[in-house]
């Protein structure tokens, strides 16, 4: 099948080379201040790129961190909705360098299984996501015949999102009124396998807590009082055990109590995601075998499902040879994957009663559950938004928009913020592949999946103003 936003996309390629070759040459780690200059670098890059591409209001927005990059294409249609593009133009940090096959600041193309791929950290996550909407805009112009797109197109590119987005909720707030709109479309994920076009619908938020147990005033001499006191490290151990029921079903009171149940339908929808799972455990999971929530499976478990994992463990004595003490204190450190509709917040009282639930006498806890975390975010799969992004990928892949697959992310980054502040329902269109290694060395896009992306970006603005958007 054939397009005109098919046919310019195929037609200027080089464009979105040419972009990605000299965006991903600037290493924009947020993490390292030492690179602060070359984040400024990179929102002034796109800046640049988004002036280029046509977009008449383009400004880059400081923050305490490091700055974000705004612009905005407003539609001469009258009444035409609002459309957001969130994505980071922020990277993960390189090291260990010496597993990268190709220097991760200079972009380098290699033949792949699966087509042409390009190595460079960034290649996907996010910029190749961002990239693809330049292209994408002017081929929705040139295929429609437009001077402005058919919705009015904002972008936010924030640059802390490998950070934990410090600042973004803020920024959010303080420039609401700019960022008003619509429809989110988040550009910052990826589809279940090269051949299978997909859409995320769902991202798990966070929770962590901190927990520690007190019993004797310091440590004391197990000969002397061994056997007769509590022993923190034992109630500790007995506490965590009792974390997961038998089923392994997390114990805190009340923690599934806002969990949306998953409809016959999703859960129809999830079992069509292809999904090898001893493929699964025997990549980076190296696991032998596959565990967790009974009566889910496993695709369930790690997008869908809430989760708590205890992190780490410490207390007493861990030197060589043996120190025969009764430990004064133990620690814990654990966190929760959240789903639609729990809230972080909510964590704090229901650790507070587990915990109260299960010490035994004589053991003291502190329970400290910071403020903030992650919240699960969601998109409603019969939304108006969601039947124009499905029809915008049926395009690009040419498939039925009903054969468009739904995926879920175990984990999030500052989405949920968009929802809340913006109060717009979010779509997620992403190019990336579970098999990109982002975060990891050899980070890579591959390019055909890229260059449908793009296409699926030009389809979008075009479908999105055929569906009743705005709230009626
Ligand atoms: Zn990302």
Redesign the pocket.
């Known amino acids: 099948m054939s397009s005109p936003e098919r046919d310019f996309v195929r037609a200027h390629l080089d464009d979105l080379h040419a972009d990605l070759d000299a965006w991903l040459r600037i290493p924009s780690i947020s993490a390292d201040p030492a690179h602060a200059p070359d984040v400024a670098a990179s929102a002034e890059w796109l800046a640049a790129a988004l002036r280029r591409t046509g977009f008449p209001v383009v400004e880059v927005w400081e923050t305490p961190g490091a700055p974000a990059v705004y612009a905005e294409w407003p539609s001469a249609d009258d009444g035409a909705p609002v459309a957001l593009v969130y994505g980071?133009h922020d990277v993960q940090p390189v090291d260990p360098l010496g597993l990268w096959e190709h220097p991760p600041f200079e972009p380098t193309r290699v033949e792949g299984a699966d087509g042409p791929e390009l190595h460079a950290r960034g290649a996907i996550?996010?910029k190749g996501n961002v990239a693809m909407h330049l292209l994408g805009m002017r081929a929705h112009l040139v295929a429609t015949g437009r001077d402005t797109p058919a919705v009015t197109v904002k972008v936010l590119v924030e640059g802390e999102?490998e950070s934990g987005s410090p600042h973004f909720a803020a920024l959010l707030r303080e420039r609401a009124d700019r960022l008003r709109c619509d429809v989110v479309v988040v550009s910052?994920t990826g589809m279940a396998a090269p051949d299978v076009p997909s859409a995320v619908v769902a991202m798990r938020g966070l929770a962590d807590a901190e927990i520690t147990l007190r019993g004797p005033a310091v440590d004391l001499h197990s000969g002397s009082f061994g056997g007769g006191v509590p022993n923190p490290l034992h109630a500790m151990a007995t506490l965590l055990a009792s974390l997961h029921d038998q089923h392994g079903r997390v114990t805190l009171p009340g923690f599934y109590d806002k969990v949306r149940p998953l409809t016959d339908r999703e859960r129809e929808l999830m079992a069509r995601v292809p999904f090898d799972e001893a493929a699964w455990l025997a990549g980076p999971a190296a696991s032998r075998v596959a565990t967790g929530e009974e009566g889910f499976s496993t695709l369930e478990r790690i997008g869908a499902r809430p989760t708590a994992e205890v992190n780490g463990m410490w207390g007493g004595y861990t030197d060589p040879g043996h120190k025969t003490i009764i430990p004064a204190e133990a620690h814990a450190k654990i966190t929760f994957r959240l789903v639609a509709d729990q809230r972080p917040a909510d964590l704090a009282e229901q650790v507070r009663g587990w915990v109260a639930a299960n010490l035994p006498a004589g053991i003291q806890a502190d329970v400290h559950v910071p403020a903030g975390g992650v919240s699960p975010c969601s998109s409603d799969l019969d939304s108006p938004a969601m039947a124009a992004l499905l029809a915008a990928i049926g395009q690009a892949f040419d498939r039925d928009p009903a054969d468009v697959l739904f995926t879920r992310e175990g984990g999030s980054?500052p989405e949920a913020d968009l929802v809340d502040v913006l109060g717009a329902p979010l779509v997620f269109l992403g190019a990336g592949l579970p098999t990109d290694r982002i975060h990891s060395p050899n980070e890579r896009v591959l390019l055909p999946m890229l260059y449908r992306g793009a296409e699926a970006a030009a389809h979008l603005w075009r479908e999105l103003a055929t569906v009743p958007l705005r709230a009626q």
């Open positions: 980071h996550d996010d999102e910052d980054g």
